[in-house]
Structures are given as C-alpha cells and as structure tokens.
C-alpha cells in the first residue's frame, strides 16, 4: 500500500515562507502523478499545486508566482515550496499520489499538516 506523510507546516506570519514535504513508501514513486491540496475549515478540499511522473506542472491560479512544487524520484519525496503566505493560505495541506493501472486509476492522501499564516 501507498504511504504518505508530510511535513513542514507550522505558524507563520504573512509575508513568510514555508517548505511542505512529503515522503512516499511503498511505490515506485517515479511512476505516479504527486499533488498538493489544501483544506481550510468549512471548506472544500482544493489542488494547490500537481507535478506529473513526466515532470508536467500546474498550479492553482491563487497560489502561481508564490508556490513553487518539486520532486526528487530518488529520494521518493515531492516538496512544496510557499513564498509570500497570506493569512488565506491557512488551511491543512494534504499530499496526493495517482497510481494509474490499465482499467482504473487510484488517488493515495497523506495525514495533511496544518499550515497558519497570522500575526
């Protein structure tokens, strides 16, 4: 089975940054499509950021220009990189990974880590 843990969250102020990571076990991690999506309370579950197993990427239009989304095959992490953070980038922040079969595809969901933008 696909595990994802991620890390890096915290409080911070606006204006700062922070840098979300997420571990895959379990997986040939170079093979599966790697997102971010955040969840604010109340609210829907919303991409924030994708990067494909051929290195393709799309971001969300509220995060382009701040968020930067990478991946390391080797070491079966994907990072998201978030500059600039506005008090309306709280939310918790979950890692996704699509595994593709020839019939079907399945979507694998890290634990989420809590990110707070205050003063």
């Known amino acids: 089975q696909v595990q994802l843990v991620e890390s890096g969250g915290g409080l911070v102020q606006p204006g700062k940054s922070l840098r979300l990571s997420c571990v895959a076990s379990?997986?040939?991690?170079?093979?599966?499509?790697m997102g971010w999506y955040r969840q604010a309370p109340g609210m829907q579950r919303e991409l924030v950021a994708l990067?494909?197993?051929?290195?393709?990427?799309n971001y969300a239009d509220f995060v382009k220009g701040r968020f930067t989304i990478s991946r390391d095959n080797a070491e079966n992490m994907v990072y998201l990189q978030m500059n600039s953070l506005k008090p309306k980038d709280t939310g918790v922040y979950y890692c996704k990974a699509r595994q593709v079969t020839t019939s079907t595809y399945y979507d694998y969901w890290g634990q989420g880590t809590k990110v707070t933008i205050s003063s």
């Open positions: 990067i494909t197993s051929i290195g393709s990427i």
């Open positions: 379990g997986t040939i991690f170079s093979a599966h499509a």
